[in-house]
T-cell receptor, first 115, second 113 residues
Framework: AQSVAQPEDQVNVAEGNPLTVKCTYSVSGNPYLFWYVQYPNRGLQFLLKYITGDNLVKGSYGFEAEFNKSQTSFHLKKPSALVSDSALYFCAVRSASGGSYIPTFGRGTSLIVHP | ETGVTQSPTHLIKTRGQQVTLRCSSQSGHNTVSWYQQALGQGPQFIFQYYREEENGRGNFPPRFSGLQFPNYSSELNVNALELDDSALYLC????????????FGQGTRLTVV
């Protein structure tokens, strides 16, 4: 069975400082990994994905994530946080093989950026 | 905005009733997935439809059913509603069933009383 762990319910960071939102995963075979952001009373917005290739993936709004196969991690990062980045962030994984297209999401991490 | 629209945005139903939620996929997308997001949780995959056929199902009972129409819009039907069915129901569309980039609607907030 595949799973995602987001070990922090909440991350607090000052505006202008770098931010990291952690994600570790478990899946059979190679993973496809995703990050989404959710603003209050809204659906999820796609930020970035890792399918194959370069371990550092760049996405929307200045976010990036690094795939680390040995640590089974896919942490989300941004060099300089904005107050408008405050939202709920979800990591998701699915297997790249086996014909199953079912993703598993983590429980989410609330990012709060202080002015 | 993603171009994926869901209706209604909010709904209140009584335990035991049936509900139908609707989703219009983004233009050019032939795959629709449905998710249940309970309060404080991540989305849980219900099922996926690809070209009008169910293409994968999560751990949800048969009273959760769906349809996809020739224009690739979709419905989620839930029979015999239970209090625990109260959640945000999200629809996502993608270009193909590999689902490597999904675009979500704003969701339908269902409250069962």
């Amino acid at each position: 069975a595949q799973s995602v762990a987001q070990p922090e319910d909440q991350v607090n960071v000052a505006e202008g400082n770098p931010l990291t939102v952690k994600c570790t995963y478990s899946v059979s075979g190679n993973p496809y990994l995703f990050w989404y952001v959710q603003y209050p009373n809204r659906g999820l917005q796609f930020l970035l994905k890792y399918i194959t290739g370069d371990n550092l993936v760049k996405g929307s709004y200045g976010f990036e994530a690094e795939f680390n196969k040995s640590q089974t991690s896919f942490h989300l990062k941004k060099p300089s946080a904005l107050v408008s980045d405050s939202a709920l962030y979800f990591c998701a994984v699915r297997s790249a093989s086996g014909g199953s297209y079912i993703p598993t999401f983590g429980r989410g991490t609330s990012l709060i950026v202080h002015p | 905005e993603t171009g994926v629209t869901q209706s209604p945005t909010h709904l209140i139903k009584t335990r035991g009733q049936q509900v139908t939620l609707r989703c219009s996929s983004q233009s050019g997308h032939n795959t629709v997935s449905w998710y249940q997001q309970a309060l404080g949780q991540g989305p849980q995959f219900i099922f996926q439809y690809y070209r009008e056929e169910e293409n994968g199902r999560g751990n949800f009972p048969p009273r959760f059913s769906g349809l996809q129409f020739p224009n690739y819009s979709s419905e989620l039907n839930v029979n015999a509603l239970e209090l625990d069915d109260s959640a945000l129901y999200l629809c996502a569309s993608s270009e193909d069933r590999s689902n490597t980039e999904a675009f979500f609607g704003q969701g339908t907030r269902l409250t069962v009383v």
